[in-house]
């Protein structure tokens, strides 16, 4: 019965009903917010932004123009590695089909078997792949396809 009585006191003398007792109640103090971002750097930021995006395509060529051995060299061999993962991707498919691994293997030993009975045996024949060997090598340097 003791905390009824604290519970109605507390309650009557920290809340007040009178409308005289409201206004002299004092506002506790609240710290001021922060002031909001000026609309000004919003603007810039956005500004310089479309600015680089505007640019961007001059300074792509004109990084391509200052490293064009470099960025062929990679694109070239990204696309290699591209197309080398491809081709072994279908050949791992191939190979899983039934008969056709142990068909390709057959294929393979023969042209082995072909090419070093062609080229490989006699010393004549390995003069022979030699020049053929280093005419293909000319016409790729050259660029002369004939």
């Given at each position: 019965m003791d905390a009824q009585g604290q519970k109605q006191e507390y309650t009557t003398s920290n809340f007040p009903d009178t409308p005289e007792a409201l206004e002299n109640l004092e506002a506790p103090i609240q710290p001021m917010l922060p002031p909001a971002p000026e609309t000004g750097n919003v603007e810039r930021i956005s500004r310089q932004i479309s600015e680089?995006?505007?640019?961007?395509?001059?300074?792509?060529?004109?990084?391509?123009?200052?490293?064009k051995l470099p960025v062929v060299s990679f694109v070239l061999l990204l696309a290699t590695i591209i197309t080398l993962r491809i081709v072994l991707a279908v050949l791992q498919a191939f190979s899983d089909i039934p008969l056709i691994r142990p068909t390709f293997e057959l294929i393979g030993f023969g042209y082995?078997?072909?090419f070093t009975f062609r080229y490989l045996l006699k010393s004549s024949t390995r003069q022979e792949l030699a020049t053929e060997i280093n005419s293909l090598k000319k016409q790729i340097l050259k660029g002369d396809i004939s």
């Open positions: 680089f995006l505007a640019q961007l395509p001059n300074y792509i060529a004109r990084f391509v123009n200052e490293y082995v078997t072909w």
